[in-house]
């Protein structure tokens, strides 16, 4: 069966951004592809690239777990797994460093970015983090990866350490191909929105988390930066803040631009605002419900217990295989 892989670092917290931009397509992409066999997983060895205190990983890696499964992703269909419970990870990982080069990591814009943020030193697994997602990838045998705008460039290195793998060790990858929404694959941070959402951002307003209270989602929608026109139009160029929220509108009610512009003709940013508020929270509302069912349930141990069954099976097999190609160890008879 052909296979679709995703994950998700569980850092700081998860928002509107990295869910609509992800999570929301996962759930759609386990109907649309029933062909597919499906492995969406917690990606705990990326957050630590960066030191995290230990119950903090803890408590993350939970909520993300519950988080994935209140969003509606269905455990019957998608294997549900944390990536630190698969050792295979961490083993393909070196082998793939083994197949890469500096010069090919040195020029990841992420490590770029967030190399210069950090000011107590830079860990070897920032910079080695991009060929761990390809260990992700490959160790799978992924034909499809969606993910948002802000990954491509470390699909793109995936796909050419497999190139590379495979000519030298007789094919054994498939080639990855990212899934990035048309829509939706960048939402912008309601406080600055000519840069992404993002999980680690210092300001609370820039983002709405999927656990916020109906009062916050409304506040941090009212307060979104937009610009002093006054006019519902999308102009992503020009009008960063006002095609933002209509693309979190979008995204959410499948409303095309035009038809919200037609909505919103004559009207100011207010009442535009008050009904996206409405729309994030009624979206927000099931989720947070079926969440706190969930986060401290047996059945979520169980689900990932199973995810990690089925995730194991595939993973170390194919890194026992790469072994043997390599010529690691002692030949199989
Ligand atoms: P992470 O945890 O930063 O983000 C998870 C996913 O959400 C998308 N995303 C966004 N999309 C739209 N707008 C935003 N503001 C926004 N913020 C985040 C990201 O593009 C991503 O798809 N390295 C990855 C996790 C990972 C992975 C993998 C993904 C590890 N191994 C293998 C795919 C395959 C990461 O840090 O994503």
């Known amino acids: 069966m052909k296979r679709i892989l995703s994950g998700i670092k569980p850092t700081g917290s998860l928002n509107i951004g990295t869910y609509l931009g992800s ?147 007789n094919n054994i990858f498939t080639i990855p191909n990212p899934l990035i929404a048309e829509v939706g694959a960048k939402i912008n941070s309601l406080t600055d929105p000519t840069s992404k959402m993002d999980k680690s951002d210092d300001n609370d307003k820039s983002r709405i988390n999927l656990l916020d209270s109906e009062n916050i989602i409304r506040k941090r929608i009212k307060s979104a930066v937009t610009d002093s026109l006054g006019t519902v139009k999308y102009d992503p160029e020009k009008r960063p803040g006002v095609s933002n929220l209509m693309t979190i509108y979008n995204v959410i009610t499948n409303t095309s631009f035009t038809d919200i512009e037609e909505k919103y003709d004559g009207m100011g940013y207010k009442e535009f605002k008050e009904d996206l508020g409405e729309i994030v929270f009624q979206e927000l509302k099931p989720i947070q419900e079926r969440y706190y069912k969930l986060v401290n349930s047996k059945e979520l141990d169980d689900i990932l217990d199973k995810g990690r069954e089925r995730a194991n099976q595939v993973a170390s097999k194919k890194v026992f295989k790469f072994n043997d190609r390599i010529g690691l160890g002692r030949k199989r008879k």
């Open 23 to 169: 999570l929301k397509n996962f759930v759609k992409l386990q109907d649309k592809m029933p062909d597919y066999e499906f492995f969406i997983f917690i990606a705990d060895l990326h957050a630590i690239t960066i030191y995290k205190d230990k119950q903090e990983l803890r408590d993350k890696t939970k909520e993300l777990a519950a988080l994935y499964v209140a969003c509606g992703l269905n455990p019957e269909r998608v294997n549900l797994f944390i990536q630190s419970e698969i050792p295979a990870h961490s083993q393909m990982a070196y082998l793939l460093q083994c197949n890469s080069y500096v010069g090919e990591l040195e020029r990841m814009i992420q490590y770029k970015e967030k190399s210069k943020k950090q000011e107590t030193g830079i860990t070897v697994g920032l910079f080695t983090y991009p060929t761990l997602m390809a260990s992700d990838i490959l160790l799978y045998d992924a034909e499809f990866v969606p993910v948002g705008k802000d990954q491509k460039q470390h699909l793109e290195l995936a796909r050419d350490i497999a190139v590379r793998a495979n000519n030298r060790y």
